[in-house]
């Protein structure tokens, strides 16, 4: 079976600009979480959605918003990009038990 | 919020050597795992244990919930086990279909030929 796919890859960006980071859940997982991931540091809860309903933010600015389709893939939407949003962002699925599984992450670049 | 600690923070072993990693938490958890995350930044699943004691071959792992700590044991050490294990949690006040992850700063480990 497929893991967490999340894409693009890699991503440049400049400051001001929007960027629309996507990632598909492995097949049966209902549950999509976004995080944050910054050079020598551990991830940063973002947010969490459960059948398309969100269920969790983490402290961060307005700027951030994410939606989960009815095919449970989701997106993660960043406006207004500034340089300190440059990090690995990581998309986690999970069934219904806790363990989460991480997609290869989209790295964001901010110019 | 709950405090997630790992140690330590940095570790350097020579090839076929043993090791052992702590995740200290200070809240009641029911989620744990232990994660490797490789060079390109790709977390690895390890294990998911809120308590007692899982193996998968040179790895094992123990999680002792009443005193609030897990250990990731590795065992004959290789290069490619080089990169940095993180402990990640879940506490029980965000139970239900809230499965947000608390994560610690990492072991950043070597494994040196």
């Known amino acids: 079976d497929a893991g967490v796919t999340q894409s693009p890859t890699h991503l440049i960006k400049t400051r001001g600009q929007h960027v629309t980071l996507r990632c598909s859940p492995i097949?049966?997982?209902?549950?999509v979480s976004w995080y944050q991931q910054v050079l020598g540091q551990g991830p940063q809860f973002i947010f969490q959605y459960y059948e398309k309903e969100e269920r969790g933010r983490g402290n961060f600015p307005d700027r951030f918003s994410a939606r989960q389709f009815p095919n449970y893939s989701s997106e993660l939407n960043v406006n207004a990009l500034l340089l300190g949003d440059s990090a690995l962002y990581l998309c986690?699925?999970?069934?219904?038990?806790?363990?989460?599984?991480f997609g290869p992450g989209t790295r964001l670049t901010v110019t | 919020g709950i405090q997630v600690e790992q140690s330590p923070p940095d570790l350097i072993l020579q090839e076929g050597a043993n090791s052992t990693l702590r995740c200290n938490f200070s809240d009641s958890v029911n989620n744990l795992q232990w994660f490797h995350q490789n060079p390109w930044g790709q977390l690895i699943n390890l294990f998911y244990?809120?308590?007692?004691?899982k193996q998968n071959g040179r790895l094992s792992a123990t999680t002792v919930a009443t005193e609030r700590y897990s250990l990731l044991y590795i065992s004959s050490s290789q290069t490619t086990d080089s990169g940095v294990y993180f402990c990640?949690?879940?506490?029980?006040?965000?139970?239900?279909?809230?499965?947000?992850?608390?994560w610690g700063l990492g072991t950043s480990l070597a494994v040196n030929p």
């Open positions: 990640a949690v879940a506490t029980i006040a965000n139970a239900g279909n809230n499965r947000k992850l608390i």
């Open positions: 986690a699925s999970s069934f219904s038990h806790y363990e989460q599984y």
């Open positions: 097949s049966g997982h209902k549950s």
């Open positions: 244990i809120p308590s007692g004691t």
